[in-house]
């Protein structure tokens, strides 16, 4: 009995889930949304870290700590054109199962390649930052300061790219499944 019924399970030839045009348009408005929202607080982010390294330069005791302020402000500049560039939200034109797929892939590989545009640019001024601290001041106690410092920083970043590379993931998964609908 139980054969005849996987037989019958198996033979059934379903017809093809169909989402309605209003969920795609819905969710593409919702990932607009959502893009909108990281690039303002990234935006932000970057304007700030601009504001204080511009303010250490004037202010820090040491020229390469100053000079490590001037490449984090280039590095912040370089940050917001790649998320410009990369990432950021655009209107909804044309079909919008296809705009919504190229929309997804490419916020798919604005975060997957995170550590190229985003993370990679800030290690420098902090290397030139922890370079500069430890010449200007030489102490057991400022070692380790600096040193956890440096290991605080590296797990944040470690944290981001790891957020990143699960969010690529997440956005590869909805490509593939509105993929099944093109189709």
């Given at each position: ?74 590095s912040m500049l370089y940050v917001m054109f790649q998320l ?100």
């Amino acid at each position: 009995m139980s054969d005849e019924l996987q037989e019958l399970w198996q033979a059934q030839n379903p017809e093809p889930f169909q989402m309605p045009l209003e969920e795609i348009r819905r969710r593409a408005e919702k990932l607009q949304k959502r893009v909108r929202w990281r690039n303002g607080r990234e935006y932000i982010s970057c304007l700030v870290a601009i504001v204080i390294s511009a303010r250490w330069i004037w202010t820090l005791p040491n020229p390469i700590m100053r000079a490590g302020s001037a490449v984090m402000i280039v590095s912040m500049l370089y940050v917001m054109f790649q998320l410009y560039r990369r990432g950021s939200s655009r209107e909804i034109t044309g079909d919008c199962l296809e705009f919504h797929l190229r929309e997804l892939e490419r916020q798919r590989d604005a975060v997957a390649s995170v550590w190229r545009w985003y993370l990679g640019p800030m290690i420098p001024p902090l290397l030139v930052w922890t370079i500069g601290s430890l010449a200007y001041k030489r102490s057991l106690s400022h070692l380790l300061f600096v040193a956890g410092f440096t290991a605080v920083c590296g797990l944040v970043f470690y944290a981001v790219g790891r957020l990143n590379q699960r969010a690529a993931r997440c956005l590869e998964r909805q490509i593939e499944e509105l993929e099944h609908f093109r189709n």
